[in-house]
């Protein structure tokens, strides 16, 4: 905008204007940023880390099968200096341990084929190749441990080649360890079909996607999860052809997830998460001087303070409930505003209103927000950061695959590396 379009505005237009002008940049506490684009300054600002006021301490549980106990007596009386023979009785005043690792060095099996002369007709009759000879030179483990290096501690090839080489003495080359992780995923493929069927059968599934580079090109990887299933996958797109090929025809009861438009009409009800809402709202209260934010913030608190008690009331108390939010937001919808930012929030919670409370109607089984989603994403986008993306696309479909079969038995409390030895070994 020049000079002469600024000449041509009115009185009110460059007031609005420069009130716009002097509106805070939005940061994770009030968008879907993430918090490492906020500004040092704001970081500075923020809650300290460490236990809040309030917190429980907790403390390192003794071992109850230690390796070995030893024992430290006193041998003499320090007020007579008598002797404190062996056979007197003692006891455990005080308990401490010593943690340490021992080396671990890979062990090497030699497999020999043996050749033998029959002494019978002279025959030279050779040994057959033994089976860990007819595959790859590295165990299960070996591929267990690279996997989840790689995987779940989001090391680039480079540095999973140092790790091996400075904790275990192993030299493998970039190429050999792709190809042993390569062989590694291939052995998901079959848990993570059980992982789709089982998401395809459930009542309520919540979803969510985020940027990832595969081949240098922008990507995708998504995340679908029910009850009982947690499945990852990798895409070139965005777009709701996604949603409907994982989902192969199935319509869940309820779908939760945020107001993306390929992540819309895909269950009999949606369930749009109020946390995206919450910081939408939470900008413009920051912004603007409009009592309308401010009410729809109070309006979020109080829906969430009945989430927190959902399971715990009547079902005929939770339909009183939701009636009375419902005509409160009404309300707040139609009150009136010069504010340009409380009009489009007014907007965009209006064309979201009956997806906004369908979590009182399913105590227990329907969260109020998609965290869940995201909180399974964070890991995906903390190798994002670390390894810049994929350099192939079997690579990333590979890599969601493990994560399928991993996150899904974690729903049963599974560790993650134990889980990635069964299925390697299998």
Known sequence: MGRSDLERLSREELIELVLRLQRPEKTSRTSSKPPAT????????????????????????????????????????SCCGGALHRELSAEVVSL????????????????????????????????PVPEAARDTPFGPRLHAVATYLKTFQALSYERLQAALSDLFGLRLSQGGLMNLL??????????REAAVAMLRRAAVV????????????????????????????????????????????????????????????HAAQHQTCLAHLARDVAYVVETSDDPVPWRLQLWLQSVFALAER????????????????????????????RCDLTRGLQAKI??????????????GQVEPTNNGSERLLR?????????????????AEGEADIRTVVDTARLTGASPFGTILKTVGA
């Open 310 to 337: 959902v399971t715990d009331l009547a079902t005929s108390t939770r339909a009183a409930k939701r009636r009375t939010l419902e005509r409160q937001l009404g309300a707040i919808l139609a009150e009136p505003s």
């Open 182 to 191: 390569r062989r590694a995923q291939g052995r998901f493929h079959s848990g």
């Open 350 to 363: 209006g064309r979201a209103r009956d997806q906004l409370l369908v979590f009182l109607a399913h105590p």
């Open 96 to 127: 401490s341990e010593r943690i340490e690792l021992p080396e671990v060095a890979p062990v090497v099996t030699q497999h020999r084929r043996l050749a033998v002369h029959c002494p019978s007709c002279g025959a030279r009759m050779v040994a």
């Open 379 to 395: 890991p995906t986008v903390v190798q994002r950061k670390m390894t810049n993306g994929y350099r192939a696309m079997w690579a």
């Open 206 to 265: 919540a979803s969510d996607e985020t940027g990832v580079g595969i081949q240098g090109s922008n990507a995708y990887h998504w995340v679908f999860h029910s009850t009982d299933a947690v499945v990852h996958t990798a895409s070139p797109t965005r777009g709701a052809v996604v949603v409907r090929a994982m989902m192969d025809g199935h319509r869940p009861s309820v779908w939760i997830s945020d107001r993306y438009t390929a992540q819309q009409g």
């Open 38 to 77: 906020d500004h040092k300054d704001r970081r500075e600002q923020s809650r300290p880390g460490g236990a809040k006021p309030g917190h429980e301490g907790h403390s390192r549980v003794m071992t109850d099968d230690p390796d070995a106990v030893v024992d430290h007596r006193p041998d003499r009386c």
